[in-house]
């Protein structure tokens, strides 16, 4: 028999870890369109030019729309993660590692 606090606590970590999937996977397809566009040819006529089913100024686009969407995912990742967030910088700054970071 599960609890109410069990299933908010499923779903809080399942809803965690949707977004951290999404990030690892919006981000590698920003850096990959973003290192196709950076070895495209350059020129006056390289935005028609056909790379991988896309024109470079498509891929442009298509880089520009996920780079939106991994910043949007990564405000979320920032807000559901805050009391972790602060907890490891207070950890990180705190002088000597045995004690306690203050509160």
């Not at 399942?14 to 350059?42: H, K």
């Amino acid at each position: 028999m599960k609890t109410n606090y069990h299933r908010r606590s499923q779903v809080k970590a399942q809803i965690r870890a949707f977004v951290a999937f999404a990030l690892i996977v919006l981000w590698a397809i920003s850096a990959l369109t973003g290192f196709l566009l950076y070895i495209a040819p350059t020129g006056q006529r390289s935005g028609r030019l056909i790379l991988l089913f896309l024109t470079k100024s498509a891929w442009g686009d298509v880089h520009f729309w996920i780079s939106i969407a991994a910043g949007i995912i990564t405000i979320i990742h920032i807000i559901i993660d805050w009391k972790t967030l602060k907890a490891c910088m207070r950890f990180l700054v705190s002088t000597e590692r045995g004690e306690k970071p203050s509160a």
